[in-house]
């Protein structure tokens, strides 16, 4: 446009500059948002020590120290001291506590989930024998007599309704002696409702005690309460599961329940499990008593003292045994308010067994624990990182208003400029095409009134460069008029 200062401008040529300087602004806009570090979230791997919460297979469970420890004495209160870390617990399931900072968002840790099954006993027959210390005393036992389990003697106790009470303490091995399995189960009488299968018999699986009360402001009169002996098996179950480590909790996989399955009835005991653990936890159980007594139940010989470890699984089954130790004074206990089912049973044992194995890590060897070992997780870190991001509807802008220059350009440039002219001599007809297209030789020549020689020598002597004065025409003809 500044080479055209003897015509007039077109609007065109001003809308052409006033888009090119529009497109110039824009690819500077866009230039700046094309390519952009963004920062995201990223995770790492990395192996860590990890302390192992279940004991190592060279730890004799039942050689533990159970009597002299605070095991037995903490694992009921466990969930109620405040400020007690219980890192890898999880209900019935343990895992490894691995060694992590606040990066850390996930480990892969070994769990092992304590399964407890149980059963009935059955065949059961009630029989007298005489103490051994006092002459004339009779005490009621109970003979049971199962295919491949074997048989034995249990103590016939009387309790109340709805009442869930640990006996392995009570009854010690060699009474079962027949009974092989029974070395490393758990013995329990249970006095709530209970469904059985169609095959069980009720006549030979559960016994009959008389439970005498006092209503208030009544005489003493009778009842009958019906008991079931109940054994447990403990088994374990080893697997890898992820650790959501801010939550401390096991990934859902880890923790299948078994929604929508329909509840168990009770069938006969069938004995499996490891004999390291249903020991073990026999032997804590056992030892309960000597750590510290809760209350006493039942009447006469016959009465049985329940442990902190007693109140605990009943607190797990939902049963309150101090309120059922208050009614049972002035109550029948004929009718049980309460039905059990062997899915709960076997969780509140799970349950227990676990943290025992867990609280006797917890303390040490030197508490009367164990020592627990070191292991390797694999832990997940969230950490800061950055990326090139090339942002797509900038490019599209920006190549749009770069395009657009480019025309403008090569239209405001001439792109395909005209030809130069080309002259082939000198003669009367190349002087008057030259003056005709050099501005400084017609300004020089038209005030010449008299075209002699030397006035038109003297009006030529004036340098001029051909190549800067010759212009084109628009349509670029040659030639000139014929006269």
Request: net charge negative; with cysteine.
């Amino acid at each position: 446009m500044w080479q055209q200062t003897n015509i007039a401008v077109s609007t065109w040529a001003v809308a052409s500059i006033t888009l090119y300087l529009a497109s110039i602004s824009v690819l500077h806009i866009t230039s700046s948002t094309i390519m952009q570090f963004q920062e995201f979230n990223s995770t790492t791997s990395r192996a860590v020590q990890s302390a192992l919460t279940w004991p190592d297979p060279t730890v004799n469970l039942s050689s533990l120290d159970w009597k002299g420890s605070v095991v037995v004495s903490v694992v009921p209160l466990m969930y109620q001291i405040s400020g007690l870390s219980i890192d890898g617990l999880h209900q019935s399931t343990l895992f490894d506590i691995p060694t992590t900072d606040t990066s850390s968002i996930a480990a892969t840790v070994n769990t092992t989930t304590v399964r407890a099954r149980c059963g009935l006993l059955s065949n059961l027959s009630v029989f007298q024998v005489e103490s051994r210390i006092v002459t004339g005393q009779f005490f009621l036992n109970v003979n049971f007599s199962m295919p491949g389990v074997g048989s034995g003697r249990l103590p016939q106790v009387t309790l109340w309704k709805d009442v869930v009470k640990f006996l392995g303490g009570l009854w010690p091995v060699p009474q079962r002696s027949q009974c092989p399995a029974c070395a490393h189960s758990l013995l329990y009488m249970v006095t709530t409702a209970t469904e059985l299968s169609d095959s069980i018999d009720t006549s030979v699986t559960a016994v009959k005690t008389n439970w005498t009360y006092s209503p208030q402001g009544g005489d003493t009169q009778n009842s009958t309460t019906t008991a079931f002996y109940v054994e447990c098996s403990l088994d374990m179950e080893a697997t890898v599961s992820t650790l959501n480590l801010p939550s401390n909790q096991l990934s859902s996989s880890a923790l299948v329940q078994a929604a929508g399955v329909p509840k168990r009835k009770w069938s006969l005991w069938s004995p499996s499990g490891s004999p390291n653990v249903g020991t073990g936890v026999s032997t804590a159980l056992s030892h309960a008593l000597t750590v510290g007594a809760k209350f006493s139940q039942g009447h006469g010989s016959g009465g049985l003292m329940f442990t902190n470890m007693d109140d605990y699984l009943n607190t797990l089954l939902g049963l309150n045994l101090t309120a059922n130790d208050v009614a049972s004074r002035s109550q029948s206990s004929a009718d049980p308010s309460v039905t059990l089912t062997p899915d709960q049973m076997e969780e509140a044992v799970s349950q227990m067994a676990a943290q025992l194995i867990w609280a006797a890590g917890q303390v040490g060897e030197n508490e009367g624990g164990f020592q627990r070992g070191t292991g390797e997780s694999l832990v997940t870190d969230m950490v800061l990182d950055r990326r090139l991001n090339i942002n797509t509807l900038p490019i599209i802008i920006a190549s749009t208003a770069s395009f657009v220059l480019l025309a403008l350009a090569s239209y405001m440039i001439r792109r395909f400029p005209p030809r130069p002219a080309h002259m082939s001599g000198v003669g009367v007809l190349e002087a008057l095409w030259l003056e005709a297209h050099s501005q400084k030789l017609h300004e020089s020549f038209k005030d010449i009134r008299e075209p002699s020689t030397k006035r038109l020598r003297a009006a030529g002597m004036f340098d001029i460069c051909l190549a800067e004065s010759v212009r084109l025409r628009s349509d670029g003809a040659e030639g000139s008029d014929e006269r």
